[in-house]
């Protein structure tokens, strides 16, 4: 009987990231998928979401282009169909460059459906494989409500959208996360009648409630927000229409994006097997730091554990797992400083601590509008706001929410200051030069450290602003 040092099983971000790390320690192992080879970002999420995103922006630019003096742009049109050509086409590009992976991999990565029979045996289909380890990255799917399957292929999700030859006049996007609010603003833009609803009163992720409502002030603008209220849909009789109601509202559309978030791909893998409790989610306890399921050989990262579904931690999960699979003594890891960017425009970010995870802290708060900030005027992107938190007692940052023009860029700048456990002071010391957006952060945190009291004239720290839009 031959006995792997390790089954992978998902061949996903996680998993592909897990099994860069075995590949360096063993070459006994079996990489299992079910479905499409290619991970889930470069396949239906991430990629191709921006492929979509930067068409949407570049066609909405016309809009601004009489204010810079150039005319004509009445004359532009856009072609839906051409739009998503490009973007299968290089997101078939992305796909392929992860197969790379697994295609020299031969008999050790196969497809078919892993089901645990127990902590060190695992059956593919009718074939059962015996090992020592295991590493779970069987990612996660889209959240479709069993009766909206009724409206057949007029119900897309983002595995389905970015397949679609052409796209409908009247679109719904029903949830207002990360992911439907950048598919709602960027179908608007590409001139698809959108209308968003969204259950709660915040969108994007976003906690701090004045940040929140910019947010929903500004995309207002663009196409129709409905919050606060369950959306429900029906099909007219007469008509075939599509019809969405929630709270007040009523609205027929043609089409339907449902973006209410992800499940993990757990059903049916075995996990009741392992003789552990299963939470309400049916998932095990999984060790944080280690990943480590219970006391088990088994290991689960990426979006299969629901901790944080971004590329970025789901590829730390399969690095901290295909190093743990292989250890006798397990790593603690300390995790990277939280970081979730909404590409929207502007961008909507959370870094650090978040406005809620703060409640009860004792905190200092810096903001600044880039309504009137220089080089957001000169780019007409001046639209937004930031707010920036510190310890009251120390000036320490700890975290950030924004609605701003680059604010993917301003998060990593924070990321860094915040992982570093830089204060206000510190980051007030950086130069900043003029004229950048970055400037817009540094009056966020001058107005933060106006909160504290005051220190050496001798610090650099200290520089005032001129208080002039063109200097500052």
């Known amino acids: 009987m031959h006995k792997f040092d390790v089954v992978i099983i998902g061949a996903g971000s996680a998993g592909l990231s897990a099994l860069r790390e075995v590949k360096k320690r063993t070459d006994n192992f079996m990489l299992i998928n079910k479905g499409p080879w290619g991970t889930t970002c470069a396949r239906v999420g991430c990629m191709p979401s921006k492929l979509l995103i930067e068409a949407a922006n570049a066609f909405h630019r016309r809009t601004g282009f009489e204010e810079f003096g150039i005319m004509g742009s009445g004359q532009l049109r856009i072609d839906i169909k051409q739009v998503l050509q490009r973007v299968r086409k290089l997101r078939d ?108 009163n915040r969108i ?25 209220a369950r959306a429900d849909i029906t099909i007219n009789a007469q008509t075939d229409a599509i019809s969405v109601h929630s709270g007040e509202t009523d609205v027929e559309v043609d089409g339907v994006l449902a973006a209410l978030g992800r499940r993990p791909n757990i059903d049916g893998i075995g996990l009741e097997s392992l003789g552990i409790p299963l939470d309400e989610k049916g998932l095990p306890p999984i060790n944080p730091d280690t990943l480590q399921i219970a006391d088990l050989p088994i290991f689960m990262a990426g979006d299969a554990n629901q901790r944080l579904p971004l590329l970025h931690e789901a590829a730390d999960d399969g690095h901290i797992a295909g190093l743990n699979v292989t250890r006798e003594k397990l790593i603690c890891f300390k995790r990277r400083t939280q970081l979730a960017i909404v590409f929207s425009d502007p961008n909507l970010v959370v870094v650090g601590k978040s406005f809620r995870s703060l409640e009860g802290e004792d905190i200092q708060t810096g903001e600044v509008s880039f309504n ?83 220190r050496n004239e001798s610090d650099l720290a200290m520089c005032q602003p001129f208080s002039s839009e063109a200097l500052d």
């Open 93 to 200: 590009d992305f796909v392929a460059s992860t197969l790379k992976t697994t295609m020299e991999l031969g008999d050790r990565a196969i497809s078919g459906h892993a089901h645990i029979l127990s902590p060190d045996q695992v059956m593919v289909d009718e074939k059962k494989l015996h090992t020592r380890k295991i590493i779970i990255a069987t990612g996660s799917r889209p959240v479709i409500p069993e009766p909206w399957k009724n409206l057949g292929s007029r119900l897309l999700t983002t595995d389905t959208l970015f397949e679609q030859e052409t796209l409908p006049e009247r679109m719904a996007i029903i949830g207002l996360g990360p992911v439907g609010l950048e598919m709602a603003q960027a179908l608007s833009r590409l001139g698809i009648h959108i209308t968003g609803f969204g259950s709660g």
């Open 204 to 228: 994007g992720g976003i906690t701090d409630p004045f940040i929140n409502k910019e947010a929903v002030d500004l995309l207002s603008q663009e196409f129709a927000l409905h919050l606060g």
């Open 372 to 454: 009137r900030q220089g080089r957001a005027r000169s780019a007409q992107s001046n639209r937004g706001m930031l707010r920036v938190y510190a310890a009251a007692d120390s000036g320490r940052l700890l975290g950030a929410e924004m609605c701003a023009p680059a604010g993917e860029h301003l998060a990593h700048l924070l990321a860094l200051a915040i992982d570093q456990s830089l204060s206000v002071w510190d980051v007030l010391r950086l130069p900043f030069y003029h004229p950048v957006l970055e400037e817009g952060l540094r009056t966020a945190l001058r107005n933060l450290a106006s909160k504290f009291p005051e």
